[in-house]
């Protein structure tokens, strides 16, 4: 899985007055948790650029006060009208300990299905998973190659070795449907099946053990 490096700056104090003053200087309050303690710290909001304007999921080298973390993002609040980032939580990556990550879809190859007229849609953009930090790929990718009309792939179908998948096992991942009109390019029906909806859960969901500790809220 790729990393990235950010680095951020301690808050001093932590309340709704504080994260407004640090918003206006174009900083983004954070929290990091998962170790012995939670750590408020702030980001320059150009730093989310590099994770969240991406499909792509990263291991985060985190640096606060001169110490460095391993990390990744588990969630992010953003204002509803502007989309402006207000605040991210980050999850402490710990030796040995398993995370709970979304992992984006490849969908490759030709569905046999596409080329009698079906259109492919595609449902579910990632695929939540529980695993060691090394053993989580950047990708799960997963061949369309044998989908005929009417076939589709579901969670239950696709194995990845030393990670658990999170999602319902009869959860439809991607297929083949029967068109009403056929002739559409296989182009434009990946193109509309990209539009569906993500699966169950998403980049957010905390990590198992992590779900009762209190955070900041949004502040």
Do not use: W
Not at 63 to 82: C, M, N, R, S, W
Not at 93 to 104: F, Q
Not at 156 to 166: C, F, I, P, S, T
Not at 187 to 200: D, K, L, M, P, V
Request: glycine letters at 14%; aromatic letters at 4%.
């Amino acid at each position: 899985m790729k990393t990235v490096s950010m680095s951020g700056s301690l808050r001093e104090n932590v309340g709704k007055k504080d994260a407004k003053a640090h918003r206006r200087e174009g900083k983004i309050p954070c929290v990091l948790y998962g170790g012995k303690d939670q750590i408020h710290f702030t980001l320059d909001d150009k730093e989310f650029s590099k994770i969240i304007f991406t499909p792509e999921v990263y291991i985060i080298n985190l640096k606060v006060d001169g110490k460095e973390h391993t990390a990744i993002l588990q969630d992010v609040q953003y204002h509803p009208l502007t989309d402006r980032v207000l605040h991210a939580d980050f999850l402490q990556v710990l030796d040995g300990k398993p995370v709970v990550i979304g992992i984006p879809i490849k969908l490759e190859g030709a569905a046999p299905g596409v080329m009698k007229g079906g259109k492919l849609r595609k449902k579910m953009r990632k695929l939540i998973v529980k695993g060691l930090v090394d053993d989580l790929p950047e990708q799960i990718v997963l061949s369309i190659s044998k989908l005929d009309l009417n076939d589709s792939i579901k969670v239950k179908d696709v194995k990845v070795a030393n990670l658990e998948l999170l999602d319902n096992p009869n959860g439809e991942i991607a297929g083949v449907k029967t068109a009403r009109g056929a002739g559409m390019g296989a182009s434009e029906e990946e193109e509309e099946g990209e539009e569906g909806a993500e699966g169950e859960g998403g980049e957010g969901a905390p990590a198992e053990g992590d779900g009762g500790e209190a955070k900041e809220g949004g502040e």
